[in-house]
DNA sequence: GCTAATCTCTGTATCGATACAGACTGGATC
DNA sequence: GATCCAGTCTGTATCGATACAGAGATTAGC
């Protein structure tokens, strides 16, 4: 058995409360106390006080969970995420706060005991979309939370930090519009929760539940609007999960039919990849030019070429982590809406004659 | 204040226990009474058992550490690194675990702390070079760990899991030396401690400490020697940390000395990318043809033509983790070594003519 | 109808530390 | 010489739960 701290205080012949101070308050003994302390649990291989211990009595971990709700390992595989994590984890660095990530079960019930269970002093959720059992649980007990997508019903005060997604899309979708392109596909992941890979028909944007995935289907319905181009003439593809094979495997049919679409504007620049992938699939004498936009800007879309949106993923991570780790006493600056910029690159053009 | 427990048990009218168990053992009461409590639970807000509390009592965390010698952010950056941590993630999901990631200060006392502190019940050490004591401290604690680096004084019994480093640079090297290369550049990451970036004179292999890069070098070393090639004739050039500005930066120079070498074996993938980058800087008049070959095959190398030593980043996370959590009985189960191939892509070729 | 076995539930000890109020010293102050 | 004070150290209460042995109440077995 590992010796206790009492063990060092018995070798000692001090007090338990001596012993503590010698490792947490050094200021409330002699220096050769400490010493004399410190050399004893050397001796006996006491390895100092027990964190889970301490953390009780304390009232604090010193470290914070980082929520996914789709799985974990999936979470390594977007380079978004990855970008964010990265952020996270310099803040936390900073600030001597270990990381806490937490996989979430596929069954709530497990999911939800997972968050139960979390020894975190806080939590960033990355991407809460219809999980809001997650914030209850959060909130049930007693912690604090940044938010990092715009959320249906989001308290007042309540710590964020996220872009104006609509705006940013239809910074994009403007440029297509621009261009001239008229027969467009807006690709997105989870348009409706269990719907299969491929078009869509959707009344209206707002029957869309994920807030971020709304929110960008409106900005590219926004600039199409004002073009002229409505709703009703949009095409709406579906992917089952944020991956590029998943997307090209939905675009795909899309150029086979008769009139298919110039331009496809992808809710994340995995999507559009993906689309770069299955067009660079086909034949090259059956390859449609077609514009594809993206979004996030991750690393891997400036050497594909891909025009899109860039959104500063370190930087939200480090933020949310930072409003998490020391809260701005002032309300109105735990809502921190990043900048997003229109990247132009190769991958949009002008609607082709023929 | 959060109610307690006891504040459940007592709105109920029973025993902390019988509360305890509603949460921890529903075996040991009726339906109907666990119902009851669980509903004046929901009722009080208590949300359910404190996780620091039930660790300290029960004697495990349900969390697993991953311990990265570098910094937290820099993780997120070496594409490798990602891909194992993907691996962790996977396993600790099947396990309903969670990953802690601890950050490490530079001050070592600081760092120990950040190590004495984690509440985890055993880790995943990424990559321990030196860093010696922080092991130390983990056996001090009497954890467990599973090491992805061979050591220089590792016990016998320790769980690992990694490659055969030398054999598998071997390859690589002899790949190159039959492609006809003689003048041949290696560079690897942190070769001495504080050596500065570029060319390096070593008396021989066995001065660089890390066992990983030693084992690297060692490996090119022994195909070169095969061929009549020495160590003396071979340029060590020296990286100081694993990104690709520095290793274009110290191998920059190398191409405008008189008999440049024609190929350049480097300690990973990420090096050789640098140096990919930096022989696409030069104008293309002045663009030396080097062979140049990585380590690792991280997916960026596919794209950049990379040839080079593929090893299972993904399956070593995974496998980390799981010889962590449930280890095998059988000791030599616990050490295990992944298989690798040379990756042959169009970044090496002949020697040219000139 | 009696013992044994089973099902529920309780009580106490304990996990390993920290907080906080107070006790003891040995000088400095007046 | 009494008073005050800063510097050290101790003791007790507490953080919030789970383990484990055992007490009653039921049911089963014969």
Redesign the pocket.
């Known amino acids: 058995?590992?010796?206790?701290?009492?063990?060092v205080?018995d070798a000692v012949?001090?007090?338990?409360?001596?012993?503590?101070?010698a490792?947490?308050?050094p200021?409330?003994?002699?220096?050769?106390?400490?010493e004399r302390i410190l050399d004893a649990a050397r001796q006996l291989g006491?390895?100092?006080?027990?964190p889970?211990?301490?953390s009780?009595?304390?009232?604090f971990v010193g470290s914070i969970g980082v929520l996914f709700t789709s799985q974990l390992s999936y979470a390594f595989t977007d380079p978004f995420a990855v970008r964010f994590l990265a952020g996270v984890g310099a803040a936390a660095e900073r600030h001597g706060t270990s990381m806490l990530l937490v996989p979430l079960a596929r069954a709530v019930t497990d999911a939800r005991r997972a968050v139960e269970n979390a020894a975190v002093d806080g939590f960033c959720v990355y991407c809460v979309a219809d999980e809001e059992w997650a914030l209850d649980v959060i909130r049930e007990r007693g912690l604090p939370f940044v938010s990092t997508a715009a959320r249906d019903n989001a308290d007042a005060g309540e710590r964020f930090v996220g872009i104006d997604e609509r705006a940013a899309a239809r910074s994009a979708a403007a440029h297509v519009a621009g261009l001239g392109h008229r027969r467009v596909a807006l690709l997105a992941d989870s348009v409706l929760p269990d719907a299969p890979a491929g078009p869509l028909t959707l009344a209206g944007v707002d029957q869309v539940p994920h807030p971020t995935t709304r929110g960008r289907l409106s900005g590219f319905a926004d600039a199409f609007a004002e073009v002229g181009v409505g709703w009703a003439e949009l095409t709406v593809v579906n992917v089952p999960g944020n991956s590029r094979p998943a997307a090209a495997a939905a675009i795909a049919g899309l150029f086979d039919q008769p009139a298919p679409p110039t331009a496809v504007l992808a809710g994340s620049d995995v999507l559009a990849l993906g689309v770069l992938d299955a067009l660079a699939a086909r034949p090259a004498h059956d390859r449609p030019t077609v514009s594809v936009t993206g979004f996030d800007d991750v690393p891997e879309a400036a050497a594909a070429g891909l025009t899109t949106v860039r959104q500063p993923a370190e930087e939200k991570g480090r933020i949310a982590a930072e409003l998490l780790l020391d809260p701005p006493a002032d309300a109105a600056a735990g809502h921190v809406l990043l900048p997003t910029a229109l990247v132009v690159r190769n991958s949009t053009g002008p609607v082709p004659r023929s």
Chains 1, 2 share one sequence.
């Open positions: 058995m590992k010796p206790t701290l009492q063990a205080a012949g001090v007090s338990r409360s001596t012993v503590s101070n490792y947490s308050r200021d409330q003994l002699s220096a050769a106390l400490r006491y390895p100092g006080p027990n889970t211990a301490r009780l009595r304390r009232g």
